[in-house]
């Protein structure tokens, strides 16, 4: 079959993925297309295949396969990140996976529930002094996630704007050599941080634990704790800041429910499973390659093609989400693909969940007249290749 369709899609809304996806899930669940090397791929655009081809061990997530697919320019450049088992197969995955796994059970992050809300409140100070019109990225959206998954690491927060700006151009450069000169910076700084917490006993963070331990003992290389490091540190505070934005411009966008979310403390976990729905910030996360021929949904998948399952589309597939394209907090949406599916479900969900539990109704109630300083019809939405979200959101209150 010729493609048909070109991947990834820009959004014209920024807080909704691209409106070419309903179209094609309307015509069927996997759709041929050409990547930006030429190479044929499919993209899966509906909610049950991408399932179960997400939970298909013969699709595989090792980017130093020659074949692994290239979305964007800069894919090349991801292929050279330091090894982390967002990279990997089990059992490899699943041997550097158990090892950090518990920070982030749903008791230990339950634990941490006091210091999260000493932070956003600390967040939402730091917006009030900022005066309005201020941004809302900078001083509340980024500020909290950040602050919460450097207490986790061990990374002094005080190097904040550092590793805010490497992470921002690592997932967000539109070349290689940015790319690189971004990850370079940010090996360079997370190596030393290991080298200091190996002699350091009073580091109890994750990196220290892991130096002082598993380091230690040889059960992980230096290049392995800092790729486990970098993927912790980067995926631990773009995406949920991207959540608590753009869901903040939902909220607004949609005040009858806001009112509802405002009053009614009950419905925040569902709120919060709606918006991660319908921001789907890691639509372009879901990226595989095929190890073996896969017959699914009437097409065969071949050995060495890449698989696309964005989460998007699937968020908004209209058998699981009747109506998608309503933004709607009693819909229950636990069922959306915002943290992946299979082995490589999000690691810190249960961390970004309570982050949005805590820093969304705070927000509202600390700003009860909060207002985009701009209608959102003019925020610019970001590359189609990355994690989506706003780089600053102005706000008056
Ligand atoms: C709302 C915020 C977040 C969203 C939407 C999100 C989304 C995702 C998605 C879609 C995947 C699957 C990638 C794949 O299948 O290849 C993933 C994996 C991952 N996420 Fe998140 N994430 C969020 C927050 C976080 C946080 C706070 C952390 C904390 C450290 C984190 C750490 C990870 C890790 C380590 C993986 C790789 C898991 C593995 O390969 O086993 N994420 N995330």
Redo the contacts with the bound molecule.
């Keep these: 079959m010729e493609p048909t369709v070109s991947y990834p899609q820009t959004r014209t809304c920024p807080y909704r993925p691209p409106h070419g996806y309903s179209e094609l899930t309307a015509k069927g669940p996997l759709h041929r297309v050409e990547l930006i090397d030429g190479k044929l791929g499919w993209v899966v655009t509906r909610h049950a295949e991408a399932r179960a081809l997400?939970a298909d061990p013969r699709l595989s997530?090792d980017r130093t396969d020659p074949d692994f697919p290239l979305i964007s320019a800069r894919g090349a450049a991801v292929r050279r990140q330091p090894p982390a088992?967002?990279g990997m197969d089990d059992p490899e995955?699943g041997y550097y996976?158990r090892m950090t796994i518990p920070d982030f059970t749903v008791k230990r992050i339950n634990e941490l529930r006091p210091r999260i809300e000493e932070i956003a409140d600390g967040a939402a100070e730091q917006l009030r002094a900022a005066g309005a019109p201020a941004d809302l990225v900078a001083n509340y959206a980024l500020p909290i996630?950040s602050l919460v998954?450097c207490e986790l690491l061990g990374v002094p927060y005080s190097d904040h704007a550092f590793f805010e700006d490497a992470s921002r151009r690592l997932m967000r450069s539109a070349t290689e050599e940015e790319v690189a000169a971004a990850r370079k910076e940010l090996v360079q700084y997370l190596d030393s941080l290991v080298d200091s917490f190996s002699r350091d006993s009073s580091q109890t963070g994750l990196i220290g634990r892991l130096a002082r331990g598993e380091l230690a003992r040889g059960e992980l290389s230096r290049d392995h704790l800092v790729g486990t490091a970098m993927?912790?540190l980067t995926?631990?505070h773009e995406?949920?800041a991207n959540?608590i934005a753009l869901g903040s411009v939902t909220l607004l966008e949609h005040p009858d429910q806001l009112a509802r979310f405002r009053t009614d403390p009950d419905v925040v976990p569902g709120v919060v499973e709606e918006l991660?729905r319908f921001t789907s910030?890691?639509d372009s996360?879901?990226i595989r390659v095929a190890t073996a021929d896969i017959d699914i949904a009437g097409e065969r998948i071949r050995a060495g093609e890449g698989v696309m399952i964005p989460?998007g589309p699937a968020n908004f597939d209209p058998e699981v989400f009747p109506e998608p394209d309503e933004f709607d907090i009693r819909r229950g949406a636990r069922k959306h693909n915002?943290?992946?599916y299979g082995?490589?479900?999000?690691?810190?969900?249960n961390?970004?969940r309570l982050e949005l539990q805590i820093a969304l109704p705070l927000l509202f109630e600390r700003f009860p007249t909060l207002a985009l300083a701009r209608p959102a019809t003019e925020l610019e939405p970001g590359r189609a290749d990355t994690i989506q979200g706003l780089g600053e959101l102005t706000v008056t209150w």
């Design positions: 997400l997530s088992f967002i995955h996976r996630p998954i993927l912790l995926a631990g995406t949920t959540v991660l910030v890691a996360a879901g989460n915002a943290f992946g082995i490589h479900q999000c690691l810190g969900q961390l970004a």
